[in-house]
T-cell receptor, first 116, second 113 residues
């Protein structure tokens, strides 16, 4: 059973370009979470999605960032007009059950975004 | 408000020493879950343990052990007879009434040969 897949693993962008990060959840999981890890820090929640729905985007910056989880295909985290402060590791996690607190979120390997 | 504090930014020990990583949490909920994750230099997150708030039994898994004390809101992690391969950043995280995981800042553990 394949785990959570993220690609690319490393992404380099110049300031002003767009970054697209992809996440394929584990088989059977329909809930996806995105977290951001700035250098030397812990992870911070960004957004929680179910298929075709954004449930909670309270951790997402109001501008330039968007996320989707279409009916078919991976979840996408999109960052427009990237700035150097966007350089971070972006982790995706998936779960089969959204609100069960016992629920373990399964993490992907992360995408390391570097903005030049 | 929920909060997880890992006061030790970095710990350095010599191989075979025992080491304890501290985690203190804050939550208003009576039901919650605590986690430890390991992040080796390669960067991925490795799940170590999940513990619910109603189970205060200490847990041992090989060289790893966890001490959960609700009275002090702590969930400490001890590595016995440390090895160089244990070198990593270790994160403590909390999940309560919200599905979000609240993470500590992490403790960087350096095991010297």
């Amino acid at each position: 059973n394949a785990g959570v897949m993220q690609n690319p693993r490393h992404l380099v962008r110049r300031r002003g370009q767009e970054a697209r990060l992809r996440c394929s959840p584990m088989k059977g999981h329909s809930h996806v979470y995105w977290y951001r890890q700035l250098p030397e820090e812990g992870l911070k929640f960004m957004v929680y999605l179910q298929k075709e729905n954004i449930i909670d985007e309270s951790g997402m910056p109001k501008e330039r960032f968007s996320a989707e989880f279409p009916k078919e295909g991976p979840s996408i985290l999109r960052i427009q007009q990237v700035v150097r402060g966007d350089s971070a590791a972006y982790f995706c996690a998936s779960s089969p059950h959204p609100t069960a607190r016992w629920n373990e979120q399964f993490f992907g390997p992360g995408t390391r975004l570097t903005v030049l | 408000a929920q909060k997880v504090t890992q006061a030790q930014t970095e710990i350095s020990v010599v191989e075979k020493e025992d080491v304890t990583l501290d985690c203190v949490y804050e939550t208003r909920d009576t039901t919650y879950y605590l986690f430890w994750y390991k992040q080796p230099p390669s960067g991925e997150l490795v799940f170590l343990i999940r513990r619910n708030s109603f189970d205060e039994q200490n847990e041992i898994s090989g060289r790893y052990s966890w001490n959960f004390q609700k009275s002090t809101s702590s969930f400490n992690f001890t590595i016995t007879a440390s090895q160089v391969v244990d070198s990593a950043v270790y994160f403590c995280a909390l999940s309560d009434s919200n599905y979000q995981l609240i993470w500590g800042a992490g403790t960087k553990l350096i095991i010297k040969p």
